[in-house]
DNA sequence: GCTTTTTACGAAACCCATTTCGAAAAACAC
DNA sequence: GTGTTTTTCGAAATGGGTTTCGTAAAAAGC
């Protein structure tokens, strides 16, 4: 088709050699004036850019890693991205931030545009979508190639690559237990996200918790999949039911929310209602009642999945055996549950 | 010195072409396996590398733009990027994203690193030191290579290029007015933001608009440059001292703290005390009562920035006159302020 | 008018990996 | 043992610029 202009074709134009064109681009005192005049003008006319992978080549190689996360506006995205770029930075790595906005298609085409792209390395988060559908073949090129491939948070079983999570099933266990052990007997389960590994593993905490502590599971307390614009009447209708004394937010809307939505009908904050929800945003600590919420660590969490990613590239796929790194999360006790009289 | 492994170096070692060597390291059915297991143990070994930008010299050339943000962490910056990438993306281009935390020093090394990378554009927001230092030759390189660069929010007067910003004297003016309209006679300023030249603005039009209501300016009212431990004290003593019947924060964290700190003065809002804030980000919906605050459409001003950027691309540097494209904000009414009687 | 200097340009090397094609050597068939 | 196929490898082209160095022509010097 109509290939890209280069110096040969604007060379061959004038009947002139390629370094002339360069030189004359570059405005070098060695062309005449004339001569550099009518090369501009040719090169604007035709929109000439130069290939950059060429002048780099002359250059030291710029070292670069892809990171797709689902979405940026997300705190504890933005705090992965930024450990991340702290490590790569350090490294001497560029980081090519890309987002998928929980899109499978944007996902894929992101694949795409990075695997005929410079990067060394990919750091993946799954898009929301990407988790329903199951789908993963997009990233089997990097894996081919050679190109290290490291998962976090949103990771998924299929793929054998390294990964950094935490351990959502303990964690939910522990908050549950938590509630729990503060009294609370009826607790909900509200969420925004939809099939994603990370909401079944929490759920299953879940319900493990209730299970050992001898309360029965009710599916009418378990609220997955909310749409964002609905979840606010749901939550009312939960809270005026008066049938639960405890909620556990999956993520932190969910438990801001929920936390509001008590306010407004009076719902006493912990002692008629205690809150407890995962990731530990900017949120909770100036809502009021503030929110007691788990801290998955985020900036920690990417340094880590850049340190390993790293580690992958420097060596150069010499150890085959990967890793799945667990963080350790921690629950940070705000206003919204009671004090456990241990 | 220690100049990289290339093709050409295990080639010599080995004494074969280095097109076995190519051949071998890509698991090429061509080469004998004793020749490939000898030559991929060296390769590991010495940690080669191979170029990248000699294997995309073949493909077909990836674009990539280069963004630097203070701070990714803030709501404004991650919408601004949400838009830069939307906008890059759909015209092909990676976004390769850097954030220099505020600081002059790591700034400049990104931009050192960034020189040497494959970029044909940068997006820019200076860093908060970059602002009170005064100091912006590190981009110079950028321009006299021809590479085009937009500044966006925090720009500089000193630097001839394409600008996105707002019209910040202008919105403190508007702000002021209404507090003022709604009956404040005493408006505190209060910001975290040091020496940049859009708190100069911003308070440039909390005084032009005080003067042209015939209030005086007191300077004992304007807290700029509040250290972030500090902010919640100082607010504490203003608020006490029952001087001030509003506040105008030059940023969200000021309006949220001041508000969290005169609810617990039992400071009546907006009754005793109306707050309006810049940068509509999350908090300011989510506490209460919510807080009035200024929207400054991140996202906007992140499509329109990344928007002037491609076209100044893909002219070419034709054009030679710069623009600088002013976005209108827009107040959120919300609880923290009293409604006009109009 | 002849020498020297300057100007203007071209040929070729260089950056580094991939890939095509040709050829030598080894393996196999008959 | 001769012919054929397969295996294994190398030379060279390719991609698109930059840069060095050499040289012819034009300008300047005396």
């Known amino acids: 088709m109509k290939r890209k202009l280069s110096l040969d074709d604007i060379a061959k134009h004038f009947k002139v050699s390629k370094s002339t064109v360069s030189k004359a681009l570059n405005d070098s005192h060695e ?20 290939n950059l ?18 979405n940026i506006l997300n705190y504890f995205f933005a705090q992965v991205i930024s450990g991340v770029e702290k490590i790569l ?26 695997r005929k792209g410079a990067i060394s390395g990919l750091l993946v988060s799954l898009a929301e979508e990407t988790g329903r559908l199951d789908k993963i073949e997009h990233f089997e090129p990097f894996f081919n190639i050679g190109i290290p491939v490291v998962m976090f948070d949103r990771v998924s079983t299929k793929l054998q ?41 929490r759920i299953n905490g879940y319900s493990q918790c209730l299970k050992n502590h001898g309360i ?14 609905l979840m606010e009447v ?51 600590k100036y809502v009021r009642p503030s929110l007691t919420s788990i801290s998955q660590h985020g900036y920690y969490m990417g340094e880590r999945a850049a340190k390993q990613l790293v580690e992958r590239i420097e060596q150069n796929g010499s150890e085959k055996t990967f890793k799945t790194e667990v963080i350790k999360t921690t629950m940070i006790e705000r206003e919204s549950t009671k004090l456990l009289s241990t």
Chains 1, 2 share one sequence.
């Open 161 to 201: 690559c390294d990964k950094v999570t935490i351990d959502d099933t303990k964690t939910a266990y522990n908050a549950t237990e938590h509630l729990i052990k503060s009294g609370c007997k009826r607790i909900a389960v509200v969420s925004l996200l939809g099939d994603l590994e990370i909401s079944r593993l």
């Open 216 to 229: 029965d599971l009710e599916q009418s307390l378990i609220f997955e999949k909310l749409e964002k614009s």
């Open 234 to 284: 749901e939550i009312k209708k939960l809270l005026s039911s008066g049938k639960v004394d405890a909620i556990l937010g999956l993520e932190e809307e969910a438990g801001v929310t929920s936390l509001l939505t008590a306010n407004s009908l009076g719902i006493k904050i912990p002692e008629e209602l205690s809150i407890i929800c995962f990731t530990n945003g900017i949120l909770p």
């Open 89 to 114: 930075n350090d490294n001497g790595y560029n980081m090519i931030a890309c987002i998928s906005n929980e899109s499978y298609k944007k996902e894929v085409a992101i694949t795409q545009m990075l």
């Open 53 to 70: 992978n060429a002048i780099n080549l002359r250059k030291e190689p710029s070292l670069s890693v892809g990171v797709i996360i689902p």
């Open 31 to 50: 062309i005449s004036r004339r001569t550099k005049e009518k090369i501009v003008a040719y090169a604007k006319e035709h929109k000439y850019r130069p």
